[in-house]
């Protein structure tokens, strides 16, 4: 009979943390991304409300980005375009960086303006850091989240919405 209360004890407390896991879906869609990067901040946006909040890992270098190889995330207005499944990391969100501004900034000092920029996850078998990861910036230009939340913000994104990334 003990055994009994143990097991079912057991399955309740199971069943309560997995359904605390789950967050429900925001009541009106994502329409924007805001990218903080002084305080390592992704917010989604639904009408000018934050409707979810997540800390990042950024590009290894600080300002914003200017060329190809040079470790830093940009800065300025964006886009989700695309959406990679079968990435390097754990999902990723394409960003049309760069855009006119940064092109036009590369062309004048004569550099190649780079890209492939993606808010992601974790390296594929490394999803056991968890928010570790965010210890240090470690990423060469891209924003980086948990495993767990990028499967949140890949289904909370659609392809089209604006992101803006601010210092």
């Excluded at 590369?106 to 303006?113: I, T």
Aim: with cysteine.
């Amino acid at each position: 009979m003990k055994t009994w209360r143990i097991a079912i004890s057991a399955a309740l407390l199971a069943a309560i943390s997995a359904s605390a896991n789950i967050i429900p879906a925001p009541p009106d869609p994502v329409d924007k991304v805001l990218i903080e990067k002084a305080s390592h901040r992704l917010t989604l946006l639904s009408r000018g409300k934050p409707v979810r909040t997540y800390l990042v890992a950024l590009g290894r270098a600080s300002g914003p980005k200017e060329r190809k190889g040079d470790r830093r995330t940009p800065e300025g207005l964006y886009q989700i375009d695309s959406r990679k499944a079968d990435s390097s990391f754990h999902r990723a969100l394409h960003i049309t960086y760069p855009n006119a501004a940064d092109q036009a900034r590369a062309r004048a000092r004569g550099v190649d303006p780079g890209g492939d920029i993606m808010i992601h996850g974790i390296r594929n078998g490394l999803g056991w850091l968890g928010s570790l990861h965010r210890k240090i910036d470690w990423t060469q230009g891209c924003i980086a989240v948990t495993d767990g939340e990028i499967e949140e913000i890949w289904s909370l994104v659609d392809d089209g919405t604006p992101v803006e990334i601010r210092p």
